[in-house]
Nanobody, 124 residues
Framework: QVQVVESGGGLVQAGGSLRLSCTAS????????MGWFRQAPGKEREFVAG??????TNYADTVKGRFTISKLNAITLYLQMNSLKPEDTAIYYC???????????????????WGQGTKVTVSS
C-alpha cells in the first residue's frame, strides 16, 4: 500500500512563488510514477505536472515554464511554482501510480494513490 502526503500550500500574491512537497511511503520513486493535479472550485480535477519512475517529466500547457516538478530523494517530491497567477488557485493533490514507465500519464483516473490535498490561494 502506498501513501502520499502533501504539504506547502498557502496564500501568496500574484507573481509570487510556493513550493509544494509530497512524501510517499510504502514505495520509493524508482517504482512509482507521480503526478500533481489540481481542482479549482466548480471545476474538474486537472493534470498539472508529472514525473515517471524513469524520471521523464511532463507539464500542462498552462503551467509550462512556471512550474517545475523534481525529486529531492527517493521519497520526497517537489512542485516549485513560480510566477503564480490567480487562476492557479486550487487544491493541489499529489498522486502515485505503481508502475515503471517512460511516459507521464495525465489521466487522473489512472492514479491509484492520492494525498489529501493542499490548498493554494493566489490573490490578485
Amino acid at each position: 500500500q502506498v501513501q502520499v502526503v502533501e504539504s506547502g500550500g498557502g496564500l501568496v500574491q500574484a507573481g509570487g512563488s510556493l513550493r509544494l512537497s509530497c512524501t510517499a511511503s510504502g514505495r520509493t520513486f524508482d517504482l512509482l510514477s507521480m503526478g500533481w493535479f489540481r481542482q479549482a472550485p466548480g471545476k474538474e480535477r486537472e493534470f498539472v505536472a508529472g514525473v515517471t519512475s524513469s524520471d521523464n517529466t511532463n507539464y500542462a500547457d498552462t503551467v509550462k515554464g512556471r512550474f517545475t516538478i523534481s525529486k529531492l530523494n527517493a521519497i520526497t517530491l517537489y512542485l516549485q511554482m513560480n510566477s503564480l497567477k490567480p487562476e492557479d488557485t486550487a487544491i493541489y493533490y499529489c498522486a502515485a501510480r505503481d508502475r515503471f514507465e517512460f511516459t507521464v500519464v495525465t489521466d487522473s483516473r489512472l492514479y491509484a494513490y492520492w494525498g489529501q490535498g493542499t490548498k493554494v490561494t493566489v490573490s490578485s
